[in-house]
């Protein structure tokens, strides 16, 4: 697998997999912190929610609204688990291939709960650089790093619920989207016909992962299964020089003063 040929040429996205340690130890992280909101939200609750699994959320008698319970900022696994999953497979491929200095994003790491038959709880339809485009991320950028993004399959049902990609999408850089403030939020909204796009949805079973580029149009789907979809997302930062004189094998410029 050559991660850069991948996420910059044709499709614009590429397959990995956790293995059944790691998933685990995912699984274990995002179900702390759940049952953890869950005891601020509703007391009540917590054994109840513990016996059912975080997959079944949906069949839980909440008296909260789920739309306010949940914000991002819930739902971000603290930075200290970064260490953990720089210890993972995946990752240290990642790093082999694009230098040691190559860093997961401290603002990632954001699991989300996709009810079924919710279209409420899924996003419309982006490319990831719109929402730097629109302010997000300013200051967590190092100078002379460019990035890419991961999608983890946590709960799911391949199938039935997940992750669209459009492959290509990333090569076409005149998508019509505009911006809106939603939530306090600048967002950005598409304005083609997505019905048009012909979005894939990628059957990805529990533990892969997808790793695609900044501009490839991507969206969640409208959850047909029986039980939640779980997922995480997190950002990778890499050096451009560095990334690009592993790919091609040309040596790096030392620089001067």
Known sequence: MRILNQLTAAPGYLLDTLTRGELHRIRGLITAQYLDHLG???????????RAGIAKYHTLPIRFDHAAAWPKEV??????????????????????????N????????????????????IGPIHADKWFWDAGYGVGFMPAGYDRFKIWIAIHVEPGANGLCIKPGS?????????????????????DEDEEELMMEL???????????????????VVNRGTTCRVSLELTVLYDKAEGLQRLTGTPRLATTN
């Open 102 to 121: 190559t860093i997961i994003s401290h603002d990632e790491l954001n699991w989300r709960l996709v009810r079924p038959n919710r279209p409420e709880d």
């Open 75 to 100: 739902r971000l696994l603290d930075p200290r688990c970064l260490s953990t999953f720089e210890t993972m497979g995946f990752f240290r491929r990642i790093r082999r291939q694009l230098g040691p």
């Open 170 to 190: 990333h090569q076409i850089h005149t998508w019509k989207h505009h911006f809106e403030v939603r939530g306090g939020i600048r967002k950005p909204i598409l």
């Open 202 to 220: 990628l059957p990805l079973q529990a533990g892969q992962m997808v790793m695609f580029h900044d501009e490839l149009l991507h969206g969640g």
């Open 40 to 50: 601020k939200l509703q007391p009540d609750l917590v054994e109840h929610a513990r």
